[in-house]
């Protein structure tokens, strides 16, 4: 099976910054895009930003050069660092991935997306 496990959530002021990170474990193959995800209470769950393996990366017009994105292929972990961040940045974060499995003999491959359990963001002074 596999584990997407996010950290670095919190509470900071506006204007402030923060690094989330999302490490993938398990028996994994490959693991091809990867992205953060938000959602606010009341509202749907919306993309952030996202980033390709060869690090090719697109991120929501509400984030644009506020957020950056980045991953380590080796540690299979994809980051988030939020700078500047406002009010209306509040929600829980989830980290997604898109990741090919590798199970069994003869081996067994198998692709799909999968989340993270989330971790809440809270923009307020």
């Known amino acids: 099976q596999v584990q997407l496990v996010e950290s670095g959530g919190g509470l900071v002021q506006p204007g402030g910054s923060l690094r989330l990170s999302c490490a993938a474990s398990g028996s994994i193959f490959n693991i091809y895009a990867m992205g953060w995800y938000r959602q606010a209470p009341g509202k749907q769950r919306d993309l952030v930003s996202s980033?390709?393996?060869?690090?090719?990366?697109n991120y929501a017009d509400s984030v644009k050069g506020r957020f950056t994105i980045s991953r380590d292929n080796g540690k299979k972990t994809v980051y988030l660092q939020m700078n500047s961040l406002k009010p209306e940045d509040t929600a829980i974060y989830y980290c997604?991935?898109?990741?090919?499995?590798?199970?069994?003999?003869?081996?067994?491959?198998?692709?799909?997306?999968?989340w993270g359990q989330g971790t809440q963001v809270t923009v307020s002074s």
């Open positions: 980033i390709t393996k060869d690090g090719s990366a």
């Open positions: 997604n991935a898109d990741i090919t499995t590798s199970t069994g003999w003869p081996r067994d491959f198998s692709r799909r997306g999968y």
